[in-house]
């Protein structure tokens, strides 16, 4: 059984640096949790509570990758109205 991928978006910035092509690096996860500790220190009592909401706004963000990616799939890449986003999001949660 081999192991499942890791829940972490993937290298954030792939680039293969060895013969076997193996890609190694900073995960988009912990580049997400990068990007939003400017958006989150102003108002939070601890260190521990800003690398929680961190990685939760960074779970949040590949989870919404991950929805887009299957609109593009269904529907073809261009910019969406903010009609088709509702109307994508309603079509998810169903």
């Known amino acids: 059984m081999t192991n499942p991928e890791p829940f972490d978006g993937g290298p954030a910035f792939p680039v293969p640096i060895d013969i076997e092509g193996a890609l190694h690096g900073m995960s988009l996860r912990d580049y997400f949790a990068q ?54 999001h309603k079509e998810l949660e169903a």
């Open 35 to 88: 990007g939003a500790l400017a958006f989150l220190r102003g108002g939070v009592a601890s260190v521990v509570q800003v690398a929680e909401q961190a990685y939760d706004i960074a779970d949040a963000m590949i989870v919404e990758r991950a929805r887009r990616a299957r609109l593009e799939e269904k529907l073809g890449p261009h910019k969406l109205t903010l009609e088709e986003r509702a109307d994508f």
